[in-house]
C-alpha cells in the first residue's frame, strides 16, 4: 500500500480525479477488511491453541486429583493407624522409662500449643 504523504500519491490523486479517488477508498476499504481477516483467523488459531492448553491442564489436574485421593484415603486407612499405635508404644514406654521423656517430648509434641488464656475483649459499651 503506498504512503498518502508520498510525492506518487499525491501526484496519481490529483490526475485521478474523482473516479481515482474512488478506486483508492475502494483499494484502502479491501485491504482494511483482509488485515481485518488475517487478524480474525489469528484470533481463532490463538483462542483454539489456548482451548486445548486448558483442556491438557483439566485432563492433568483430574489425573493428579484422582492420584492423591487416592494416596489419602491409603494413608488414613493404614498410615494413620499404624503411626498413632506407635505413638502410643512410644508413650507407654516413656512411662516405663523416665529418661526417654524429654525425648519423646522433642519429637512427638503438639504442633498447635492450645490457646493462652489472656484477657477476654470486650466489645465497647454503648
Given amino acids: 500500500m503506498t504512503d ?3 510525492p506518487e500519491f499525491q501526484s496519481s ?3 485521478a480525479g474523482p ?3 474512488s478506486e483508492l477508498v475502494f483499494q484502502t476499504l479491501r485491504s482494511l477488511r ?3 481477516q ?3 483467523v489469528l484470533l481463532i488459531l490463538l483462542s483454539g491453541s489456548l482451548f ?5 491442564e483439566v485432563s492433568t489436574v483430574r489425573r493428579q486429583n484422582t492420584e492423591l485421593t487416592r494416596v489419602v484415603s491409603e494413608y488414613q486407612r493404614i498410615g494413620g493407624p499404624t503411626l ?3 505413638r502410643k508404644k512410644l508413650v507407654d514406654y516413656a ?3 523416665p529418661d526417654f521423656g524429654p525425648i519423646l517430648g522433642k519429637y512427638f509434641t503438639a504442633t498447635n500449643p492450645p490457646p493462652q488464656n489472656g484477657p477476654v475483649l470486650l466489645p465497647p459499651s454503648q
Fill in 34 to 36: 483482509q488485515t481485518l
Fill in 13 to 15: 490523486n490529483a490526475l
Fill in 19 to 21: 473516479a481515482g479517488s
Fill in 95 to 97: 512411662h516405663a522409662h
Fill in 4 to 6: 498518502p504523504t508520498s
Fill in 52 to 56: 486445548v492448553y486448558l483442556l491438557r
Fill in 38 to 40: 488475517y487478524v480474525l
Fill in 84 to 86: 498413632e499405635e506407635f
